[in-house]
């Protein structure tokens, strides 16, 4: 495994409450993960899916992701109700020399655990592996037409810092911009308490 993978400090598994007063446990994603990544992509909205940024509903794919987490370009944090996956985060990062300093989130909560804090709380955990890792700059990326995307990154405090015209293609072979929004690690509160 990469040097940076084993720089995380944070204790796992952990269990966090939600604002409803629920409990999610939170772990670090390992090899074993991949069918039960699978399975909770497949079950997602066909919306969420349209504007994936990977088919992580196709197991070959979840297999790179998990190639990723073994050479430590990736650290991934699951988030588990009653023995089921409900939301993921993930931290990808590069030691490419000028973007050494950088990581990009990626995040999904499944559809019934939103709006109760969770995608808080996984953006929490990942931030503060960001700060063992030494990044000093969180972005997200997305399209212009994920509002709710949005919505919950500004909340978080990320900033749009891009438009690009035109930048990806979504599952059904239409092109879209890309939004790019970011958020400084040192400047990251957390606000899931």
Avoid: C
């Amino acid at each position: 495994m990469a040097e940076k993978a084993a720089k995380v400090q944070r204790d796992y598994p952990r269990t966090v409450k939600l604002e409803d007063n629920s409990s999610v446990t939170l772990r670090l994603m390992t090899a074993d993960d991949g069918d039960r990544v699978v399975e909770f992509a497949r079950g997602l909205p066909a919306d969420d899916l349209l504007f994936l940024r990977l088919d992580i509903t196709d197991p070959a794919v979840v297999d790179r992701w998990v190639e990723n987490l073994e050479e430590g370009r990736t650290i991934s944090i699951i988030a588990e109700a009653k023995g089921e996956m409900v939301g993921y985060v993930s931290l990808h990062y590069n030691e490419v020399a000028w973007q050494r300093h950088l990581g990009e989130i990626r995040m999904q909560v499944g559809q019934r655990y939103r709006s109760k804090g969770l995608g808080r709380r996984l953006a929490a955990e990942i931030f503060a592996v960001a700060r063992d890792l030494g990044l000093r700059k969180i972005t997200a990326q997305m399209t212009p037409d994920q509002k709710g995307a949005i919505a919950t990154f500004q909340r978080l405090g990320f900033q749009a810092e891009a438009l690009l015209q035109d930048f990806v293609i979504d599952r059904s072979g239409q092109t879209r911009d890309l939004m790019v929004m970011a958020h400084d690690v040192e400047g990251f509160t957390d606000l899931a308490g």
